[in-house]
Nanobody
C-alpha cells in the first residue's frame, strides 16, 4: 500500500528555514516521482517543486526558485523540501504526492495519484 507521510512543519519566524520530509512506504522512490504542493487558507493548491524518480531531475515553479530545494534520499525512501528565508505568505499546509508517470522528468501540472495528509507551516513573528 502506497503511503506518504509529511513532517517537519511548524511555527517559524520570518527569515527562518525549515526542512520538510516526505517519507514514502509501499514503493521505492526510484519508481515514482514526487511533487511538493501547498494550500493556504482560502486559496487553491499550488505546485512548488518535483523530482523525477529515476533521474532525480528536479523542477521548480518560478516563484520558489532560489529559496526552495528538493532532494531525495533513496536509502531512506524520503524526499525533502528545504525552504529558506521563509515569509508569512509561505504559511500553508504542505503536501507531497507521488506518481509513477514521473520517472525521467517531472511536472507539477500532471497526474499525482498518491497524496499525503500534509504538514502545517506557519510563518509568523
Amino acid at each position: 500500500q502506497v503511503q506518504l507521510v509529511e513532517s517537519g512543519g511548524g511555527l517559524v519566524q520570518p527569515g527562518g528555514s525549515l526542512r520538510l520530509s516526505c517519507a514514502a512506504s509501499g514503493f521505492t522512490l526510484g519508481r515514482y516521482g514526487i511533487g511538493w504542493f501547498r494550500q493556504a487558507p482560502g486559496k487553491e493548491r499550488e505546485g512548488l517543486s518535483c523530482i523525477a524518480g529515476r533521474s532525480n531531475e528536479a523542477a521548480y515553479e518560478d516563484f520558489v526558485k532560489g529559496r526552495f530545494t528538493i532532494s531525495g534520499d533513496h536509502a531512506k525512501n524520503t524526499v525533502y523540501l528545504q525552504i529558506n528565508n521563509l515569509k508569512p505568505e509561505d504559511t500553508a499546509v504542505y503536501y507531497c504526492a507521488a506518481d509513477d508517470t514521473w520517472l525521467n522528468v517531472c511536472s507539477l501540472n500532471g497526474p499525482y495519484e498518491h497524496w499525503g495528509k500534509g504538514t502545517q507551516v506557519t510563518v509568523s513573528s
